[in-house]
């Protein structure tokens, strides 16, 4: 393994690059704001959650009693996901302390097996889990829960993916938006449709997941690019069935809803197709506080208003190319320019979209605070700067930390 890998997140990155083999998985990582981190989290998160446990409990209908019996064992189960989640971290922190001090590669090798077995006693826990849970249902429980099943894999499979669109979970989209009944009655069927053809996808996705966790002591150890090229390709191949079935029911929820409700939804699913391109930035955040700000002169709003349109005629069409550089990227990336990327070369066309980014942003920001008076200024949020560091997560957009309105 080379140095600079390993400073980039060593076997985790590495581990989530590869086994994931998501075709963006790679590029996610090797840019910033990449994935690594934070994929390596989600790999380590439990199945379970107490949100996702409140959402089974109410497409079962459960009653009080079942509940209450379903969070007694969400409790014991959370408390072992706990522990082995803290054993596994620090045996990462050990190694990565190791590498520290030796600058020595090797000792990542270790950590293969770690993760394998960590890997094979969550699910083990997992099973064990919906077992349990399954016992204190209801015959006609049970014949729901296969809808459960999906609604699981839905939340657990898909985060793991990385390239565009992967991770766009149209349940929660419509969620979002709030439909009424009237406009549900055309979405439902849709969703139900949806539904089956994604869970088909993401189960054939998660076959080549797994197929990545026995293969990836060989590919790392054999240094065969082209079996790396085969094995990233086919990762790509299953991950844009995912994309594209997101893309397909997506258009067709759209074809359905109120006119005045289409752009708000195709806007969202565009966010959350490209998070980090669509995602607030710190010049966002500021001028949405300066314009709550009840002080501000009839001068000062005006002037605000044209700031903001000007930032937005900038910005629009900058994360427009971006998120074409990006699709572009996914689908083009070799398993060479990944490995280049991680080695300490350049991020591609990206890196200057990002650059051009925060030089708008910082830009944007200057100019509102000359627009301020400096009290109002000091009140505006504190965050990130340049407002171009790694997305939060999934969803477009952080929440920054915001001064006292004094």
């Known amino acids: 393994m080379n140095v600079r890998m390993a400073g980039r997140g060593g076997l985790a990155a590495i581990i989530v690059g590869l086994v ?28 379970v959650n107490s949100r996702s446990l409140d959402k089974y ?202 006119e005045d409700q289409q752009a708000a939804f195709n806007t969202e699913v565009q966010k959350r197709t490209f998070p980090d391109v669509y995602r607030d930035t710190a010049a966002d955040r500021e001028i949405a506080a300066a314009s709550g700000f009840a002080d501000l002169t009839a001068d000062q709003k005006e002037k605000l208003q044209s700031l903001k349109d000007n930032y937005t005629r900038s910005l629009t069409p900058l994360q427009q190319k971006m998120a074409s550089t990006q699709e572009e990227t996914e689908q083009k990336i070799t398993a060479a320019e990944m490995m280049a990327r991680f080695r300490g070369g350049q991020d591609g066309p990206m890196g200057d979209l990002r650059r051009e980014r925060r030089e708008l942003v910082s830009k944007t920001q200057d100019d509102l605070k000359k627009i301020l008076s400096p009290e109002q200024a000091d009140r505006l949020p504190v965050g990130d700067e340049g407002g171009d560091g790694p997305p939060g997560g999934d969803q477009p957009g952080r929440r920054a930390r915001q001064r006292p309105d004094t």
């Open 20 to 47: 994931t083999l998501a075709g963006a998985a790679p590029v996610a990582m090797a840019q910033p704001g990449g994935g690594g981190g934070g994929g390596f989290r989600q790999a380590m998160a439990p199945a």
């Open 57 to 258: 409990a109410k497409m079962l209908d459960m009653t009080d009693d079942q509940k209450e019996a379903a969070r007694t064992l969400f409790e014991g189960y959370q408390d072992q996901a706990n522990h082995s989640r803290e054993k596994l971290q620090a045996q990462m922190d050990d190694v990565r302390q190791k590498f520290r001090d030796t600058r020595d590669p090797s000792v990542w090798q270790s950590m293969g097996d770690t993760m394998t077995k960590f890997r094979e006693d969550r699910k083990k826990a997992d099973a064990a889990f919906f077992d349990d849970v399954k016992s204190v249902l209801t015959p006609s429980q049970i014949e729901k829960w296969p809808e459960v099943e999906r609604a699981n894999r839905r939340e657990t499979v898909m985060r793991r993916g990385f390239i565009s669109g992967e991770r766009v979970n149209l349940f929660d989209v419509v969620d979002q938006m709030k439909f009424s009944p009237e406009t549900m009655t055309q979405v439902t069927p849709i969703l139900k449709e949806y539904d089956e053809q994604l869970d088909r996808a993401l189960i054939a996705r998660e076959a080549i997941t797994e197929e990545g966790f026995t293969k990836f002591q060989q590919l790392r150890a054999s240094g065969d690019m082209k079996a790396m090229q085969d094995f990233m390709d086919k990762g790509r191949e299953v991950a844009n069935r995912v994309k594209e079935t997101n893309k397909k029911f997506a258009r067709s929820i759209a074809d359905v809803i109120p």
